[in-house]
């Protein structure tokens, strides 16, 4: 794509199925570092990653060949094989444009996640984020 020039930074949150609580503290990093290596490969840069045990929180970098959704899709289809047989993610997920000015506070919110969720839990904090962002939403489908 000659002359494409592009800087689309996102904030991706997604959730485990119902919301369980499924990835081990044990397994956190391993899983974070096989995402990476997703997005990798399908040449998606990771500013950061993190989450707790019923979601994930991704910023990256999504180069305009690749739509979000088919991103998201691989991201959630290689991650749930990897983590086995009874490992689901839900099937929707939240993203958020960042302009560069805030990248650093986005960054800081994902690595202080679990000092964030002493104060509220994953359906709180995600309803506030649509919220925040103005996304317009009826509460009875935004986790069904």
Same mark, same amino acid.
């Given at each position: 794509?000659?002359?494409?020039?592009?800087?689309? &930074?996102?904030? +991706?949150?997604? $959730?485990? *199925?119902?919301?369980?609580?499924?990835?081990? /503290?044990?397994?956190? !990093?391993?899983?974070?570092? &096989?995402? +990476?290596?997703?997005?990798?490969?399908?040449?998606? @840069?990771?500013?950061?990653?993190?989450?707790? *045990?019923?979601?994930?929180?991704?910023?990256?970098?999504?180069?305009?060949?690749?739509?979000? %959704?088919?991103?998201?899709?691989?991201?959630?289809? $290689? %991650? %749930? *094989?990897?983590? #086995? !047989?009874?490992? !689901?993610?839900?099937?929707? @997920? #939240?993203?958020? $444009?960042?302009?560069? %000015?805030?990248?650093?506070?986005?960054?800081? &919110?994902?690595?202080? !996640?679990?000092?964030?969720?002493? /104060?509220?839990?994953?359906?709180?904090? @995600?309803?506030?984020?649509?919220?925040?962002?103005?996304?317009?939403?009826?509460?009875? &489908?935004? @986790?069904?």
């Amino acid at each position: 794509m000659a002359h494409t020039l592009v800087q689309n &930074y996102i904030h +991706v949150v997604f $959730s485990t *199925k119902d919301r369980r609580k499924t990835i081990p /503290k044990e397994s956190e !990093q391993r899983l974070w570092g &096989y995402i +990476v290596g997703i997005c990798k490969k399908e040449g998606i @840069f990771v500013r950061e990653i993190g989450g707790m *045990k019923d979601h994930i929180h991704l910023l990256i970098e999504l180069p305009p060949t690749i739509a979000l %959704s088919d991103a998201i899709l691989t991201i959630k289809g $290689s %991650s %749930s *094989k990897w983590m #086995g !047989q009874k490992f !689901q993610w839900q099937r929707g @997920f #939240g993203a958020f $444009s960042v302009s560069a %000015s805030n990248i650093n506070a986005v960054i800081r &919110y994902i690595r202080n !996640q679990e000092a964030h969720h002493k /104060k509220m839990n994953f359906d709180e904090e @995600f309803l506030a984020m649509l919220k925040k962002h103005g996304v317009k939403f009826d509460p009875k &489908y935004v @986790f069904g």
